[in-house]
């Protein structure tokens, strides 16, 4: 994401719904960011507040499906939950992400790092900035050296998260893009009681403050009917929101590079 210069951006739905709806956003979104961004999507989501709640359509039909996109020319990220999925999330993928509560399974880090792809490793919301280092040296170590760290808010007692944006400075240092993760930091744990709450007021208020103390990248969710969304939707962007969102970023990114220091350029 560096060599560009300017703020990246990784958007998508939370899950794959269906994949009439993948491409539909994935070309939404294309329209709004241009070719260079990189498409979000899950095939499944094992961590589900519920075992009622939807998780996708499973490895071989989501892997399917994101082919399609990969086939017109899009870059995807996925998550991975068991290191049996890495190899074949590599074969289509370009970005392994692992999930935030997951992000110190050394089997799994190692087996996404073998696959040679760009590693997104979410930060845990019950791990120090200067922690998360430990998983980014367990992929290094691995011989890869293609790793994303991405702040998605911290544990802030029961059913709340809380953003504390000396994490995006400290994490920068270690020498690895950083991602601000502006929708899963909004999101309330649980607090749906079968289902994550949010607070999706405060994504760009978030989302301007990590880009005003400097990241590589913003990810956010993005659904063209939160209020309908088969996952996240309580946390989510709702997609006409997408392209002013994003100009506004890219306004601010453009003036906050001119005062980084040197090294963080």
Known sequence: MQPSGKLAL?????????????????????????QDFIFKASFDKANR?????????????????????????????????????AELAAAVCDVLQIPAFLCRQTDLLLAAAQT?????????QF??????R????????AGNPHIFLTER??????????VDMRSLAIMRDFGWPVVFDATHSVQMPGAGGTHSGGQP??????????????????????????????????????????????NRL???DAVTRRHLPAEAE
């Open 10 to 34: 990784i958007a998508g739905p939370c899950v794959i719904e269906s994949e009439r709806h993948v491409h539909f956003l994935a070309g939404q979104i294309r329209s709004i960011a241009g």
């Open 49 to 85: 507040s519920s075992g009622i709640s939807y998780r996708g359509p499973g490895i071989r039909d989501g892997l399917r499906i994101l082919k399609g996109l990969k086939a017109e020319g899009y870059r995807i990220l996925t998550d991975i939950h068991e290191p049996w999925q």
């Open 116 to 124: 040679g792809r760009i590693v997104n490793i979410k930060k845990g």
């Open 127 to 132: 791990v120090s900035p200067w922690d998360i």
């Open 134 to 141: 430990h998983a980014a040296d367990k992929v290094a170590a």
């Open 153 to 162: 808010g911290t544990s802030f007692g029961y059913n709340n998260l809380v």
């Open 201 to 246: 007021q405060f994504i760009e208020p978030l989302a301007r403050a990590a880009v005003a103390v400097g990241v590589d990248a913003v990810f956010v969710e993005v659904h063209e009917n939160p209020a309908e969304a088969l996952s996240d939707g309580a946390n989510a962007l709702p997609l006409q929101e997408l392209a002013g969102f994003w």
């Open 250 to 252: 890219l306004e601010l």
